[in-house]
């Protein structure tokens, strides 16, 4: 039954593979910030972030999109945010679409806050290489990949706009925030994957690891923003999976025959830990080649890996919350969706008008047919560019505003 039900989401999910959202340029929202998976538009008080279908890894974007991926991340994001309010606030205002969540404006710490219950990931392949401190915390030695900390370890970095982040240690984090509330980030980091692994218990889930982030509002009330307990901002497996392997894994490394759980894997890929998190994708770029730290844009993945990507993205989220997820009733494509449903929430009229002139001695005219177009309760935004003297950013305005959703 299992196989049938996974061959049927899968098929479903073919049928969008043409049905996905980019970038989502909405002028009429504002400012715009471009994340690697979110449009965010900082609109009055509130902070507006279109989580778009597009994956990242080894810090490439993928070429590809991925079905409903960015719908998902929000959905169980709202779904943690509902089940932590006793332990921090949470910077939630709505969610006016599937794909679209609003929050309150924070400032935000810029520190990635990592919790790790688990020797996996980056960490492990640091740890086989010889390293044992890390984030300025000792690790025991013989401990091996995959294996469970006797308590969750706090292992922040910065975080980078492009790049890799950095690791840092308590002392730093205490530098840049205050010892207060670098206090207050971890230990409020530290329940919440508590809570995390709580939940997801009671779901057959292992949270190994996970990140968070937190911004203060304008009294300094600490609030954990963007994201929880996401496959993109955490990694997953579930207890039969580790259950089952990690045993056989300790008892083929008790034999010496091998270095490393590296490379028992490579002997024995069958021992290989199925995760629910961005690592499939990451396998599939290694599998076809990649080289992360030469190639300089990542290959486009095939139609049957985008599919898998997305069924894993759908089953976690209905493991996670226990609901059902719901495939659209129409193939409306998502940009569509998105405005008619901003619209709806008043938040849009739909429309923009872009108003150009060369110099700033225009600007009384401008003004006024500004005014003239606000009558038809039209929003407008003036931009001064001289077609003359500045052609290639005239250029660069004009294909900006042609990408536009609206």
């Known amino acids: 039954m299992a ?34 998976v979110r449009s965010i538009y900082f609109a009055g008080p509130n902070v507006v972030m279109v989580t778009n279908d597009r994956v990242s890894a080894f810090d ?66 640091a740890y086989e290489k010889g390293d044992r401190t890390f984030c300025g915390l000792s690790v025991p030695e013989g401990l091996i990949r995959f294996q469970k900390f006797d308590k969750p370890i706090f292992t922040p970095t910065t975080k980078a706009e492009v790049g890799h982040d950095e690791n840092m240690t308590m002392a730093e984090v205490e530098k840049l925030l205050g010892k207060e509330l670098a206090t207050k980030a971890m230990d409020a980091a530290m329940k919440l994957y508590e809570r995390g692994c709580e939940l997801m218990k009671k779901r057959g889930l292992i949270l190994l690891d996970t990140k968070y982030e937190f911004g203060v509002d304008e009294k300094g009330v600490l609030h954990v923003i963007d994201e929880v307990n996401t496959p993109d901002s955490s990694r997953m497996c579930t207890i039969q999976e580790w259950e089952e392997k990690f045993p056989k894994i300790e008892a083929e490394m008790k034999t010496g ?36 730290t030469k190639d300089k844009a990542a290959p486009k993945l095939s139609d049957d890996q985008v599919v898998e990507c997305a069924y894993r993205y759908i089953n976690i989220y209905e493991q996670i919350t226990g609901d059902t997820f ?41 003004e006024t047919l500004k005014k003239e177009i606000a009558k038809f309760k039209v929003p407008a935004q003036i931009r001064i560019c001289s077609a003359h003297k500045q052609p290639g950013r005239l250029e660069s305005i004009i294909a900006e505003y042609n990408k536009s959703t609206e």
Not at 9 to 26: G, H, S, V
Not at 94 to 114: F, T
Request: hydrophobic content about 40%; glycine content about 6%.
């Open 60 to 125: 490439y974007i993928l070429p590809n999109l991925i079905p409903f991926k960015g719908q998902v991340l929000n959905m169980i994001s709202e779904w943690a945010f509902n089940q932590t309010t006793d332990i921090i606030p949470n910077a939630l205002v709505s969610n006016v679409d599937a794909s679209v969540v609003v929050q309150k404006k924070m400032k935000n710490l810029n520190v990635e806050l990592i919790v790790r219950g688990y020797l996996w990931g980056s960490m492990a392949a």
């Open 326 to 366: 719901q495939f659209p009733t129409t193939k409306m494509h998502p940009s569509k969706r998105i405005i008619s449903n901003l619209q709806r929430a008043g938040m849009i009229k739909g429309c923009f008008v872009v108003i150009a002139a060369g110099s700033d001695s225009d600007m009384p005219h401008l």
């Open 257 to 292: 025959k091998y270095k490393n759980v590296s490379e028992l894997m490579k002997a024995q890929p069958a021992l290989k830990m199925k995760e629910f998190s961005k690592q499939y994708v990451r396998d599939a770029l290694l599998e076809m080649g990649f080289d992360p």
């Open 3 to 36: 196989a049938a039900n996974e061959a049927a989401t899968k098929a479903k999910i073919r049928e969008y593979l043409d049905l996905t959202l980019p970038e989502c340029f909405i002028p009429e929202l504002g400012e715009q910030k471009q994340g690697k």
